[in-house]
DNA sequence: GGAAGCGGAGAACGAACGTTCTCACAGTTC
DNA sequence: GAACTGTGAGAACGTTCGTTCTCCGCTTCC
């Protein structure tokens, strides 16, 4: 009782070292190739997982591509939370556009997951289109936090967010990372002008 | 001889005629459903022209998507040169987001289509890449053009257009038009900030 | 009137997909 | 040692894809 006790913990390690894995290796190939270029023989042969077990720890394909969604969206709000270091300043908000400048420089690199996902999948798979929409809210959301702790008035937030994903699609495409740089610049720009006190804004004269 | 070159001519009309047809009904269900979720049964059953005639109008799946996206390519160039009305003024540059918001606007808006063409094939069909890359490209070498019409520094060129696609990709996530007035609104800030003289810039002190 | 060639409907092909099943074999339990 | 259980390799299933082929009715020309 005590040894099967034993032998079912370790196997339940097992299967989630393994889900991490594949999962891990489902990223990396649907990120490389697209979602439906790669099929789940083409998973097997790269994690050597046989597909029985692959099927037993997953339910379908669709649950793994939520999975890589979701836990991309983790990795992505912790990239965040390490530019932002907490709170939101002139400094903490450009530290984003650094963020992406790093990412796209990567060789790796071949855009934003969520974008090519929701081109690819967004008109026919709904929990796809779904994840997509409340991974960019979130960061939205974020965004609109750190631009209050900034000081700077609530409609820079979409700029910077705007700013931020046309910087991603354009890197992308281009196979450069200089759209960071550029969008940084923007970025400064912008945040030092809502920063400024206007005549009809919140701030003193 | 003469009915016979007639009839050839009528001929070519129709196939000319039908060609069209069947692209803009490809341009229509590709730009919907994404363009792998698209069969060519479904080309057929959409247009009423048999899969033999289709392949006869076109080798291969492949060419017809090339041609949706170059068609694509022209008619947006239309829409930005309409906007723009020929030379770069800073209504001008503005008019390009105006243009944008009427578009997001539509209820069939899904996005750009070669954002959402490159994420899906970009990989794995080296044509579509070239033809999304030179299509982006021709779009900031246009910006460049106008920026400079308008007596801009370069470095506000590239800053407009991931305004722009960063717009587009909001604004198909989101599902609202919003994206397109936000980022009119950066642009203002950005233009009139690049058209202030400044000490380091090119213009008077 | 009959032969010849066309174009349309849709079957057929080979490949690939997601998913399930078979089968042989290892380890465990009485 | 025999029955049971679970696993891996990979065949198999049913569907869908892009593409080609077959058949058949219609027109056209001698």
């Not at 556009?97 to 990412?103: E, K, S």
Request: aromatic fraction near 6%; charge should be negative; charged fraction near 25%.
């Amino acid at each position: 009782m005590s040894e099967t006790r034993q032998r079912a913990a370790t196997e339940r390690a097992d299967d989630a070292a393994l889900r991490a894995k594949i999962l891990e290796t489902a990223d990396r190939l649907y990120y490389t190739l697209g979602i439906q270029a790669v099929g789940m023989d083409t998973l097997r042969a790269e994690t050597g997982v046989s597909l029985k077990r692959l099927y037993a720890l997953f339910p379908s394909k669709e649950s793994i591509v939520e999975e890589v969604l979701l836990a991309r969206h983790r990795m992505w709000n912790t990239l965040v939370e390490d530019a932002v270091t907490g709170t939101g300043t002139r400094e903490h908000l450009l530290a984003i556009y650094d963020m992406l400048a790093r990412w796209f420089d990567q060789d790796d690199f071949r855009g934003c997951m969520f974008i090519n996902s929701f081109g690819e999948l967004g008109a026919t798979t709904p929990r796809v289109a779904e994840i997509v929409r409340s991974h960019k809210g979130q960061f939205q959301a974020r965004l609109a936090e750190l631009v209050a702790e900034a000081g700077a008035p609530a409609s820079l937030a979409p700029q910077l967010a705007i700013l931020a994903e046309g910087a991603q699609t354009t890197a992308a495409i281009a196979g450069t990372g200089e759209a960071a740089r550029q969008a940084r610049e923007a970025a400064e720009i912008l945040i030092d002008a809502a920063l400024r006190p206007r005549e009809q804004a919140d701030g003193p004269a």
